[in-house]
């Protein structure tokens, strides 16, 4: 049955989603520069922003995953955060120079661009952990395990999503090219899950009518 697949899946979508989240990240630092420099403080607007913005999105996927929880819906988070990354690419620079414009302390204004490029999307990547966890979990007792094992996959997700964006993608392809790439294969996974959820249920009802039929 499909259904033996569909740990593996979800562990598989939490990996990708940790690799997109440490690579938008990773991008934020190059995408703020031309308007508000590289110094350090840059890099503590936007790791301040992420650590936020996930923070947020652990407790509206904790939230979530409480109400009839489901691979569809798991799906539809992963196209929001696909179609949520997108302004990054589209309107980055007219709203930081929007920012830059009315602000004069590159410390103030380099946050308030970073809250509003990444705030949002991240925090929609970060319901997907919870999610993954009410998914996986099916016993009480095994919670902690489950939990432990996915945040070792999403982990090591953010690890290479880290390793690979800074040492390979960002020499062969510009910052826009990568967030395309990153918002089409979150976009994809979300319909990967979305169908999963379909083929899941099907093969449920099927043998569930064939109990029937024996009976």
């Known amino acids: 049955m499909f259904t033996r697949w569909q740990n593996p899946l979800i562990y598989s979508l939490a990996f990708s989603s940790g690799f997109t989240i440490m690579g938008i990240e990773l991008l934020g630092g190059r995408i703020l520069a031309p308007f508000f420099g590289s110094s350090i403080h840059i890099w503590g607007s936007i790791i301040t922003v992420f650590m936020v913005s996930l923070s947020f999105g652990y407790l509206l996927g904790g939230k979530l995953s409480t109400r009839n929880a489901s691979l569809k819906r798991f799906g539809i988070i992963y196209l929001l955060g696909g179609i949520f990354i997108l302004p990054i690419a589209l309107y980055a620079n007219e709203i930081m120079q929007a920012i830059f414009l009315q602000t004069e302390d590159s410390r103030y204004g380099s946050l308030m661009a970073a809250s509003a490029l990444f705030f949002l999307p991240t925090v929609i990547l970060g319901m997907l952990?919870?999610?993954?966890?009410?998914?996986?979990?099916?016993?009480?007792?095994?919670?902690?395990?489950?939990?432990?094992?996915?945040?070792?996959?999403?982990?090591?997700?953010?690890?290479?999503?880290?390793?690979?964006?800074?040492?390979?993608?960002?020499?062969?392809?510009?910052?826009?090219?990568?967030?395309?790439?990153?918002?089409?294969?979150?976009?994809?996974?979300?319909?990967?899950?979305?169908?999963?959820?379909k083929i899941i249920k099907n093969t449920a009802m099927q043998v569930k009518d064939q109990e029937v039929r024996h009976v």
């Open 129 to 197: 952990s919870p999610y993954s966890v009410r998914l996986l979990v099916k016993n009480k007792n095994e919670s902690g395990q489950v939990a432990g094992i996915l945040y070792f996959v999403s982990t090591l997700g953010s690890a290479l999503g880290t390793i690979i964006t800074s040492f390979y993608l960002v020499l062969y392809l510009e910052v826009n090219q990568i967030i395309f790439t990153f918002s089409a294969l979150l976009l994809l996974l979300g319909l990967i899950a979305i169908a999963a959820d």
